[in-house]
């Protein structure tokens, strides 16, 4: 039944029916708006420039998932490797850096029912993911689990699993974000806090490259690694080798180029803290 909820809807989409080929899931479609109708309501009242900044980083967050996740690009992630790699990319390297810069546990908190509000606090912050003690925040860690996560999904037995099974499916895309979020919330701030500019660009550049190491091996393969495509890739003018080519330039050109956008940012951010500590 799980696998029925979750599963990618119909079959794959075909280049002739792909803007029709919307993932209007009842589950997701929950999951979104209810996220944003909690966030809206804990907003209420609140309008420093900084919380309308980070309320605005959720709602374009939120909105990011929705493409990546609802749009036709879901039903052509079902056909192509280089659809499902958009998919990733949108996820770890543009929803999850705006959710952790929003920090939106208070606000979610606020907007939640009366019984959640008043459930213990630990349980509260657990639930919320606002609590360091809930959550990992140390910097090794969070950037083992995420890179860990990264090279298992794109394993040939999981990924094929993850594209023919609904279930999985799900799964390979929750611990894409959540082990962005907890990457990211240590990178550039939030409740988990910021680790020295020093330390975030360490990460930053470890991360980018375990992402293009894998992509190096996507693009100069020889064979294709996913026998979920073999049959699929055909009707969008690709053959599955072409097709993962193709994915593992995504990965490594326009992910590499977001990697070095927000290194930058964090780079000039050091400088001018560090400017005005010692000015």
């Keep these: 039944m799980l696998n029925n909820l979750l599963a990618h809807t119909g079959q794959p989409a075909a280049p002739h029916d792909v803007w029709t080929a919307w993932h209007l899931h009842p589950v997701l479609l929950f999951a979104l708006v209810g996220a944003v109708w909690l966030h809206r309501k804990g907003s209420v009242g609140s309008g420093r420039p900084a919380d309308v900044w980070r309320a605005r980083a959720f709602m374009s967050a939120v909105a990011v998932l929705a493409v990546a996740l609802v749009s036709p ?55 919320l993911g606002s609590s360091r003690a809930a959550l990992p925040t140390n910097p090794a860690t969070v950037w083992l689990l995420h890179v860990a996560t990264l090279w298992t999904w794109h394993s040939a037995a999981a990924y094929d699993a993850a594209v023919r099974s609904g279930a999985v499916h799900a799964i390979e895309h929750v611990t894409f974000l959540a082990t962005a979020i907890l990457l990211w919330r240590v990178m550039i701030g939030g409740r988990g806090g910021n680790v020295p500019g020093g330390l975030a660009l360490l990460l930053i550049f470890g991360t980018a490259m375990a992402s293009v190491l894998l992509s190096v091996l996507l693009t100069f393969a020889t064979e294709p690694w996913y026998d979920a495509y073999t049959t699929t890739t055909g009707v969008w003018g690709l053959d599955p080798l072409a097709d993962q080519q193709l994915a ?29 500590a010692t000015g």
């Design 248 to 276: 593992g330039v995504l990965m490594w050109v326009p992910a590499g180029m977001i990697y070095m956008g927000i290194g930058l940012s964090l780079f000039v951010s050091w400088i001018h803290r560090s400017e005005r």
């Design 73 to 127: 690009l879901e039903r052509m992630a079902a056909a192509l490797a280089s659809a499902h790699m958009v998919q990733h990319v949108l996820i770890v390297l543009v929803a999850a850096p705006l959710f952790a810069a929003s920090a939106p546990g208070s606000r979610l908190l606020r907007g939640s029912p009366l019984l959640v509000r008043r459930a213990p606090s630990h349980l509260r912050r657990l639930w």
